[in-house]
């Protein structure tokens, strides 16, 4: 099995959020961190690999973002991500949702994996939607607020909160799963896992590297302006 953790680069908690008045849009400068609801997509993806119910030959960060977001491949990896993979290009600044997950999409159409995961929101934007956008794009189920999960070589079997109370759903792979944070409690990089998260492989793609269609991404290929 080849599970990808989609990751992504937000402003530090504790820093108050601005609007850019400029753009319009949310200014993501100053300090910055992992998202934290990803680090449950991680660990939700180590749990598999250490459960030995089936076989994980690897698992893949992929962000979308500024030269910054490499520190959020760095965590992620030394959180056990074997790799991870930085689509970045000037083109895809000021993307929406809509052309986020489009543009995501590409690249996990590259990796072909056999299970997508990510954080059930981003700590910035507080968006829920990321994970249907990038499943209808690449025609996979796609399941939310999931809090537990056991896999088989049939597939999933998820729970996930409902709005009253909870729904079990049997879901088959290749899947795209938003996981919410009371799934799991995520681990703390060791000391060695962080050095070494800096020599483990990043490999850097530009929208054209993957097909992206420019006039769908960035500014103008938003909805939402």
Do not use: F, W
Request: aromatic share 2%; hydrophobic share 40%; net charge negative.
């Amino acid at each position: 099995m080849k599970i990808c953790v989609l990751v992504k680069e937000v402003p530090d908690a504790a820093v108050e959020k601005r609007i850019d008045s400029s753009t319009g849009r949310l200014d993501r400068s100053g300090e910055k961190n992992l998202n934290p609801y990803d680090t449950h997509a991680i660990e939700a993806a180590m749990q598999i690999r250490e459960g030995g119910t089936v076989e994980v030959e690897e698992i893949v960060a992929v962000t979308m973002g500024p030269e910054s977001a490499m520190r959020a491949l760095h965590k992620a990896v030394s959180l056990g991500a074997d790799r991870s993979l930085h689509l970045s290009d000037d083109a895809l600044a000021g993307s929406d949702v809509a052309a986020t997950g489009y543009a995501l999409s590409k690249v996990l159409e590259k990796e072909s994996p056999d299970l997508v995961l990510l954080g059930q929101q981003s700590d910035d934007g507080e968006c829920y939607t990321i994970g249907a956008v990038v499943a209808d794009h690449l025609k996979m189920p796609s399941l939310t607020q999931v809090i537990k999960m056991d896999v088989s070589d049939e597939g999933l079997r998820c729970e996930r909160q409902a709005e009253y109370g909870y729904d079990t759903v049997q879901v088959q792979l290749p899947a795209v799963i938003s996981v919410g944070d009371a799934i799991n409690e995520p681990r703390y990089p060791s000391l060695k896992a962080i050095m070494g998260a800096r020599k483990k492989p990043l490999e850097k793609v530009a929208a054209g590297d993957v097909g992206i269609d420019d006039s769908m991404v960035g500014g103008d290929g938003s909805r939402v302006h």
